[in-house]
């Protein structure tokens, strides 16, 4: 059985950065991160494999960096330049599938979700 556990969230002004975490029980192939503003479906923002295989969505690339360390079963998720259209919940997923089309950063390919942390970028 897999367990996410995400903390870092916070609120910040424009232009700051945040780091997310998120404590990963139980084995996994993939881990990523979702979010998902009020109004809004559930969008990918990066993934990353056991391999070290990361994807981006376009709207987080260059300022979002993924990243994990296995030794401590963390999930980072780095956020700089944030901007107020970064506000939202965040989740962090997984699965333990050896899918790469999970780097298609599409939620219905993850079956194990935390309960989210909630970042507020102000402007």
């Known amino acids: 059985q897999v367990q996410l556990v995400e903390s870092g969230g916070g609120s910040v002004q424009a232009g700051g950065s945040l780091r997310l975490s998120c404590a990963v029980f139980?084995?996994?192939?993939?881990r990523g991160w979702f979010r998902q503003a009020p109004g809004k479906e559930r969008e990918g923002v990066a993934a990353?494999?056991?391999?070290?295989?990361?994807r981006y969505a376009d709207s987080v690339k260059g300022r979002f960096t993924i990243s994990q360390d296995n030794a401590k079963n963390t999930l980072y998720l780095q956020m700089n330049a944030l901007k107020p259209e970064d506000t939202a919940m965040y989740y962090c997923?997984?699965?333990?599938?050896?899918?790469?089309?999970?780097?298609?950063?599409?939620?219905?390919?993850?079956?194990?979700w935390g309960q989210g942390t909630q970042v507020t970028v102000s402007s």
């Open positions: 997923a997984a699965d333990i599938s050896p899918k790469l089309r999970s780097l298609l950063l599409r939620s219905t390919d993850f079956p194990y």
């Open positions: 990353i494999t056991s391999d070290d295989i990361t």
């Open positions: 139980g084995y996994t192939y993939v």
